[in-house]
């Protein structure tokens, strides 16, 4: 089968490789989508942890071809979205619930095989059924949106509050989406795209604001006096998590979700944050949220099309990732067999 892996840093290829065997408790998965994620350019360049060599993709959906000795819950043909995430069960903290900070944490597509290529390896475990009739591209959102619905859960935004969403990639869009569900009533985009800017106003941002063409701490307090209830740093940006402290107001939260470079330190006020009592948390990976994802991309509660940018084969991945994405890219989704 066609795989694209990492072999190096900053070394992707795409490779004739033998069809992994399901061992006791795996499925067999024909992938039938696989979006590329803002993380796999992180583990491509080195800055965020990786097997190598390794097949990187963690957001696919596919049809299970076979099953592993033991398998009970799956049959072939059966649609399945993976949660790529693997946690030990034994470790201190997966014992107390916390499932994403597992100390023995195992990702399909970082440190073992993932969806980059025509079939992965699934344990049963990690699947989760899809209806038939949902298209191939939207299974290819559950995991990112799990992630944010976890996010979502951190923030705890409940109705009519104030929410700002820092950066406009895909995450940022899953976001205002999330947010406007949850009853934000003041949902303020920033990003510095323009497209992005617009997208945003027509799928549930109430505001956006350009930072580079304001000072988007002023602008967004001038539209929320005293500054916002929630804020979602989806940038992974020094700049934005410093401008996102100053954007919540006393007694808000802040929400670290995007990836910064591991290494990368930014500057804090701890007394901004004991007189105003900020609260600052990180929301990461998607415990226990895989299936409400899912659920919900069944069942069509999002704008999904218009964040898909374009849809590439395997054999255009390596330049797709070696290059920053084009400009207005939200999403690009890697079709195996396309
Ligand atoms: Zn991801
Ligand atoms: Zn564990």
Not at 25 to 39: F, K, Q
Not at 178 to 191: E, K, P, Q, S
Request: aromatic share 4%.
């Amino acid at each position: 089968m066609k795989a694209v892996r990492k072999l190096a840093t900053n070394r992707l290829e795409l490779v004739e490789v033998a069809t992994p065997r399901p061992g006791p408790g795996d499925l067999l998965v024909r992938v039938e989508a696989c979006g590329v994620c803002g993380s796999d350019r992180h583990m491509l360049a080195g800055e965020y942890p990786t097997a190598v060599p390794v097949t990187l993709g963690h957001e696919f959906c596919g049809t299970v071809e076979e099953v592993g000795a033991g398998v009970t819950r799956f049959s072939p043909g059966m649609r399945i979205t993976g949660d790529p995430n693997i946690a030990c069960g034994h470790c201190p903290a997966c014992r107390l619930g916390r499932v994403n900070l597992c100390e023995n944490l195992v990702a399909i597509g970082v440190q073992r095989d993932g969806g980059f290529a025509q079939y992965v390896l699934v344990p049963e475990g990690q699947a989760y059924g899809l209806a038939a009739s949902m298209p191939a591209i939207h299974g290819a959102f559950i995991e990112p949106l799990a992630c944010c619905l976890h996010g979502l859960d951190v923030a705890r935004i409940v109705p009519g509050q104030s929410v700002a969403v820092l950066g406009g990639g895909v995450i940022g869009m899953l976001m205002v989406q999330l947010a406007r569900l949850a009853g934000a009533a003041v949902i303020v985009l920033v990003t510095r795209q323009a497209e992005r800017r617009t997208l945003a106003l027509e799928i549930g941002a109430t505001h956006t604001i350009d930072p580079s063409a304001h000072d988007a701490v002023a602008a967004l307090r001038a539209l929320s006096p005293g500054g916002v209830d929630v804020v979602l740093e989806c940038a992974g940006v020094p700049e934005t998590f410093s401008g996102g402290v100053a954007m919540a107001r006393s007694g808000g939260v802040v929400v670290v979700f995007g990836v910064t470079p591991q290494g990368v330190q930014v500057p804090v006020m701890p007394f901004d944050i004991l007189v105003r009592e900020i609260r600052i948390e990180g929301a990461y990976l998607n415990p226990h949220t895989h299936g409400r994802a899912s659920a919900m991309i069944e069942a069509g509660t999002l704008e999904i099309d218009r964040l898909v940018s374009r849809t590439i084969g395997l054999d255009a991945l390596p330049d797709a990732l070696a290059a920053p994405p084009p400009r207005g890219e939200i999403k690009t989704v890697v079709l195996p067999w396309g």
